[in-house]
């Protein structure tokens, strides 16, 4: 491990912060070409350099870098410095952000061309890239920490960035709110650790953890650990770290505010909501994968919330109509897969389909905002159609995006989705099965999704009953979609499984996996070449017949069979309920939402008027003036009174003294 006192690494979120400051600050004087420049280049700036880092970090003998800035604090025994570092792990994930956040922002600069709060999107947008980058590349976790607030402040900002709307204003502060019960159980698992191991830097909780001799030790002498074994404490630690990340990566039973902050710009969905802030959870339970280890209830925790989301939120995803919110159902199964493969031990292929997701679900909700943009903001797939004529080279990306989400081979998703369901396969029949069915439903509704979109004929119409013309999107809105498209299609030869990789090398298979072992080792497959083809096999098969049922039931449009399946009966119930969202929104409204308005109101009502402000301010006002009235009675302005009163008390006091 190398410290120093100044790195390159810190230029990485510095300058996405000078450039959020300036547009903040100037933005409003400032040309939409210089709006660019600024944006872009800090973004830009911010890649080239990550990049750069990583190959020299790569190319340099893959020693762990750690360069300690200066001491942030110190409370006792504690020490916090603020340091940034650069692994296997967060070299990946630096690349990511920055990388995929670059072409948002170009993506940006022609879809927002027209917004008036311009300069401010691009600062927001900024100010997310500073925010995930300090995230990614924290040393430990209080800096990590500072990210993850940073990526919740942005958030909020660029969610409710059409403010003056109430219900986007809603889904910001929604989003905002129900993060922070997430950021609670983060720091008490946070404070848990620094005192039982005395340090929250990630290198050193590796080698505490690695030196306890047995994960059964009773924990001596530390405070409210005391008689506990250190796995027990660790197991509390990574529950409440768990908390935490399911807020961030909308996970059950935090989930409910992503669908919601499709409220904002479509390229924010891209780069926040499906490429990089909601993964933070992940990456987090990836960079603490040995804590983790010694904790087999908390990682069991972790892969059946996962198992669950991914199938939960894919019904969701089958029944609705806007274009957003199925793919933020998409993104929260998808996320559901990720924590499956973290707390089976699949650390590698969980941060492998971080990476492909980013590329492709990031593909497909730029492609959805180029369809918004082209249908004059409409957002419901059942007016849509027609638009592989109009807009072909959405459409084509698009289709490459949906087939590696679906899982088809050798796309992307191919490779991690499988990988994930080895695991599975391998460590808990019962979460296969969970994701095997997840992955069914995933083609169906995203089979559904293309063909009411750009199959069929045009259904969209204008005021008078005309059809709508097509705003086809313009070289900048194409580019990055070509560019992500075509890291979805090649991205998973990083991570061959075994039945494949040996064809084309002795090293080809896992590649990406082993490569972050030293950052986040993950558990050995044992399965057979035989078994891995199989699985994959079915998996392809499987996904397959749900795109083709998708396609055939709605490559004309709605299906009027389908329709009247949904008017009467169990078909009528389940597709209310897959509609409403399993009601989940109305329960939290009903059994948490309405107690606590009630108990605001109470406190408004009663608490507030009575107890503040008659008993602490006008009672302690009425004896503070009480008091005042009292002493102006020996202040007769005699000086003879007061000179008596000072002999007095000098007296008393000498008295005192030779007592």
């Known amino acids: 491990m190398e410290t120093a006192i100044f790195s390159p690494l810190l230029l990485i979120p510095l300058i996405p912060l000078l450039g959020a400051a300036t547009l903040a600050l100037f933005g409003y004087r400032m040309s939409r070409a210089a709006v660019h420049m600024v944006a872009l280049g800090a973004c830009f700036g911010a890649f080239a350099i990550s990049a750069t880092s990583a190959w020299v970090f790569f190319t340099g003998g893959e020693k762990p870098l750690v360069y300690e800035l200066w001491t942030w604090m110190a409370v006792g025994r504690f020490t916090f410095p603020l340091n940034l570092g650069m692994d296997q792990l967060s070299a990946t994930m630096i690349l990511v952000v920055t990388g995929v956040g670059f072409l948002i922002h170009v993506f940006s600069a022609e879809y927002m061309g027209h917004d008036p709060g311009y300069a401010r999107y691009f600062a927001y947008l900024n100010f997310f890239i500073f925010a995930m980058s300090t995230l990614v590349l924290g040393g430990s976790m209080p800096v990590m920490f500072i990210g993850w607030e940073g990526v919740g402040l942005a958030s909020y900002l660029l969610i409710g960035f059409w403010y003056t709307d109430p219900d986007k204003a809603s889904a910001g502060k929604k989003a905002f709110i129900t993060n922070r019960v997430g950021d609670f159980g983060f720091l008490i698992g946070l404070f848990t650790l620094v005192g039982l ?168 909700f730029l492609g959805s905002g180029a369809v918004i943009h082209a249908m004059h903001e409409e957002q419901d797939m059942r007016r849509m159609g027609g638009l592989k004529k109009e807009i072909p080279a959405v459409f084509w990306t698009f289709g490459i995006s949906t087939l590696a989400l679906a899982g088809i081979a050798p796309l992307s998703g191919f490779f991690s989705k499988d990988g994930i369901l080895a695991y599975a396969f391998q460590e808990k029949f019962p979460l296969w099965v969970m994701g095997f069915l997840a992955a069914g439903l995933t083609a169906l509704y995203m089979a559904r999704l293309v063909s009411l979109t750009f199959f069929g004929e045009l259904r969209a119409k204008d005021e008078h009953g005309h059809k709508i013309h097509v705003h086809a999107p313009g070289p900048v809105m194409k580019w990055p979609l070509i560019v992500l498209a075509a890291l979805a299609a090649v991205a998973g030869f990083a991570n061959m499984p075994h039945a494949i990789g040996h064809l084309f090398g002795e090293h080809a298979s896992l590649w990406f996996e082993h490569m972050l072992d030293p950052a986040s080792a993950s558990k050995e497959l044992h399965l057979s070449s035989g078994l891995e083809w199989g699985l994959m096999a079915a998996s392809v098969a499987w996904a397959g017949a749900g795109l083709a049922l998708g396609y055939m039931i709605f490559k004309d449009g709605p299906s009027a069979k389908m329709e009247e399946l949904t008017k009467a009966g169990i078909g009528k119930a389940t597709h209310a309920l897959l509609y409403g969202k399993w009601f989940v929104d109305e329960i939290y409204q009903k059994l948490i939402i309405k107690p606590l308005q009630i108990f605001a109101t109470i406190l408004a009502v009663l608490v507030d008027p009575f107890v503040v402000d008659g008993i602490l301010v006008k009672v302690s006002g009425h004896a503070v003036r009480g008091a005042g009235a009292a002493l102006t009675k020996i202040q007769t302005g005699n000086v003879q009174a007061y000179a008596l009163v000072l002999l007095v008390s000098v007296a008393t006091a000498i008295l005192w003294a030779l007592k």
Not at 273 to 282: F, I, N, P
Request: with cysteine; glycine share 10%; hydrophobic share 55%.
């Open 197 to 364: 191991f005395g340090t929250a830097d990630f290198h050193e909780l590796r080698s505490a953890v690695e030196a306890v001799s047995s994960p059964a030790t009773t924990v001596l002498g530390i405070g409210l650990f005391k008689g506990y074994t250190v796995q027990a404490v660790v197991t509390f630690a990574c529950l409440a770290l768990f908390l935490g990340a399911a807020g961030k990566s909308a996970q059950i039973p935090l989930y409910v505010w992503l669908p919601d902050a499709m409220a904002g710009p479509t390229p924010v969905s891209a780069l926040i909501h499906a490429a990089t802030m909601v993964t933070a959870g992940v990456y987090m339970v990836c960079r603490l994968f040995f804590l983790f280890d010694i904790a087999p209830v908390a990682a069991d925790v972790v892969a059946w919330v996962g198992g669950l989301t991914a199938l939960f939120a894919a019904t969701i995803g089958l029944a609705q109509n806007d274009i957003k919110k199925v793919l933020a159902y998409s993104t929260v199964s998808q996320l559901g897969y990720m924590f499956l493969a973290a707390g089976l031990g699949g650390y590698g292929v969980a941060i492998f389909h971080v990476v492909t997701h980013a590329f492709f679900k990031a593909c497909l």
